[in-house]
């Protein structure tokens, strides 16, 4: 069974920096892209880049470009979302999903909070 | 960047009949359009790819059609569990985008 865990929920403060994950079982993790999506509160969805776990390929969205950064470790099947200075305007749902077109498994997701 | 619009952004219907939702792309993709249903407190659930293919275990009542530009998702006979926001998406160029979604509600 295809399965996409992420790590729990955040509460950070603005300036902080943060990393959550994506864990793939089920399927080989290094033959997928897997793509992150934004959903502020009460909004969209919103693409914001992808990663190739087997050679480390990545794009971004131009609106998050240099806003996040996107990496993956294959030893261990998991990929991850970082912020290196986080703002009240990150509090949003992060979900990754695998990339075969669509995106045909969803991780849980993960709420982060940004409050001072 | 292809920009994706759907309409309308709520759509009212009564259990039982035909929804119709729509989705136009700024330019072509093809049929590189999937649609997506989310449920409150839920991650998103692939419905059709390809832009008429069910994704696994999706019941015949919904289905996809069109490409290039104009694409539509039909539900043939509404569920309780049908209602909720349903999202298109592109995969022909990147950056992929999503439409900004049609909220589906209980007439």
């Known amino acids: 069974e295809v399965q996409l865990v992420q790590s729990g929920a955040e509460v950070k403060k603005p300036g902080e920096s943060l990393k959550i994950s994506c864990k793939g079982s089920?399927?080989?993790?290094?033959?997928?892209?897997i793509g992150w999506v934004r959903q502020m509160p009460g909004k969209g969805l919103e693409w914001m880049g992808i990663i190739y776990p087997g050679d480390s390929d990545t794009r971004y969205s131009p609106s998050f470009q240099g806003q996040v950064t996107i990496s993956a470790d294959k030893s261990i099947s998991t990929a991850y979302l970082q912020w290196s200075s986080l703002k009240a305007s990150d509090t949003a749902m992060y979900y990754c999903?695998?990339?075969?077109?669509?995106?045909?498994?969803w991780g849980q997701g993960t709420l982060v909070t940004v409050s001072s | 960047e292809i920009v994706m619009t759907q309409s309308p952004a709520t759509l009212s219907v009564s259990p039982g009949e035909r929804a119709t939702l729509s989705c136009r792309a700024s330019q072509s993709v093809s049929s590189n359009l999937a649609w997506y249903q989310q449920k409150p407190g839920q991650a998103p659930r692939l419905l059709i790819y390809g832009a008429s293919t069910r994704a696994t275990g999706i019941p015949a009542r919904f289905s996809g059609s069109g490409s290039g530009t104009e694409f539509t998702l039909t539900i043939s006979s509404l569920q309780s569990e049908d209602f909720a926001v349903y999202y298109c998406?592109?995969?022909?160029?990147?950056?992929?985008?999503f439409g900004q979604g049609t909220k589906l509600e209980i007439k």
């Open positions: 998406q592109q995969y022909n160029n990147w950056p992929y985008s």
């Open positions: 089920g399927y080989s993790f290094t033959s997928y892209w």
């Open positions: 999903a695998r990339l075969h077109s669509s995106l045909d498994y």
